[in-house]
Protein backbone atom coordinates (compact mmCIF):
# COMPACT_ATOMS: atom_id res chain seq x y z
CA UNK A 1 0.00 0.00 0.00
CA UNK A 2 1.20 3.69 -1.39
CA UNK A 3 -0.76 6.16 1.22
CA UNK A 4 -1.06 9.54 -0.43
CA UNK A 5 -2.63 12.88 0.28
CA UNK A 6 -4.09 15.69 -2.16
CA UNK A 7 -6.10 18.86 -1.37
CA UNK A 8 -9.09 19.80 -2.73
CA UNK A 9 -10.31 23.72 -2.65
CA UNK A 10 -14.51 23.61 -3.27
CA UNK A 11 -16.80 26.31 -4.36
CA UNK A 12 -20.24 25.99 -2.99
CA UNK A 13 -21.55 24.76 0.21
CA UNK A 14 -22.38 21.32 0.22
CA UNK A 15 -26.09 20.52 0.83
CA UNK A 16 -27.03 17.90 3.14
CA UNK A 17 -27.66 15.38 0.26
CA UNK A 18 -23.92 16.12 -0.51
CA UNK A 19 -22.70 15.21 3.22
CA UNK A 20 -24.25 12.27 3.24
CA UNK A 21 -22.37 11.51 0.07
CA UNK A 22 -19.53 11.95 2.18
CA UNK A 23 -19.98 10.52 4.48
CA UNK A 24 -20.38 7.04 2.63
CA UNK A 25 -17.12 7.91 0.68
CA UNK A 26 -15.21 6.76 3.40
CA UNK A 27 -16.74 3.07 2.59
CA UNK A 28 -14.91 3.38 -0.95
CA UNK A 29 -12.08 0.78 -1.66
CA UNK A 30 -8.50 2.70 -1.41
CA UNK A 31 -9.78 6.15 0.30
CA UNK A 32 -8.13 5.89 3.73
CA UNK A 33 -9.37 8.85 5.33
CA UNK A 34 -11.01 12.49 4.38
CA UNK A 35 -11.12 15.30 5.92
CA UNK A 36 -13.11 18.39 5.58
CA UNK A 37 -12.45 21.86 6.31
CA UNK A 38 -15.42 23.94 5.79
CA UNK A 39 -13.78 27.49 7.14
CA UNK A 40 -11.50 26.97 4.54
CA UNK A 41 -13.63 25.55 1.70
CA UNK A 42 -11.40 22.51 1.44
CA UNK A 43 -11.22 18.32 1.45
CA UNK A 44 -7.98 16.55 2.26
CA UNK A 45 -8.44 12.87 0.87
CA UNK A 46 -5.71 9.93 1.71
CA UNK A 47 -5.85 7.11 -0.51
CA UNK A 48 -3.82 4.01 -1.44
CA UNK A 49 -1.99 4.89 -4.49
CA UNK A 50 -2.16 1.23 -5.65
CA UNK A 51 -5.93 1.52 -5.48
CA UNK A 52 -7.03 5.06 -7.09
CA UNK A 53 -4.88 8.02 -8.11
CA UNK A 54 -5.75 11.58 -7.73
CA UNK A 55 -7.86 11.74 -10.88
CA UNK A 56 -10.64 8.55 -9.16
CA UNK A 57 -10.26 10.50 -6.31
CA UNK A 58 -11.58 13.94 -7.62
CA UNK A 59 -14.38 12.01 -9.62
CA UNK A 60 -15.76 9.92 -6.25
CA UNK A 61 -16.00 13.57 -4.54
CA UNK A 62 -17.61 15.34 -8.05
CA UNK A 63 -20.09 12.30 -8.21
CA UNK A 64 -20.65 12.52 -4.30
CA UNK A 65 -21.63 16.03 -5.12
CA UNK A 66 -19.25 18.68 -4.32
CA UNK A 67 -17.94 21.69 -6.35
CA UNK A 68 -13.90 20.90 -7.01
CA UNK A 69 -12.83 24.16 -8.06
CA UNK A 70 -8.82 23.19 -8.48
CA UNK A 71 -6.23 21.09 -6.56
CA UNK A 72 -4.34 23.02 -3.88
CA UNK A 73 -0.45 22.20 -3.17
CA UNK A 74 -0.15 20.62 0.40
CA UNK A 75 1.37 22.87 2.70
Known amino acids: MTAVEVLFRYGAQPSESVMSAYG ?3 DVYGI ?3 QLREAE ?3 RAEYDATRL ?3 DVEKLLRAAGF ?4 KLALA
Open 32 to 34: RRL
Open 41 to 43: RTI
Open 53 to 55: NIA
Open 24 to 26: RLS
Open 67 to 70: DITE
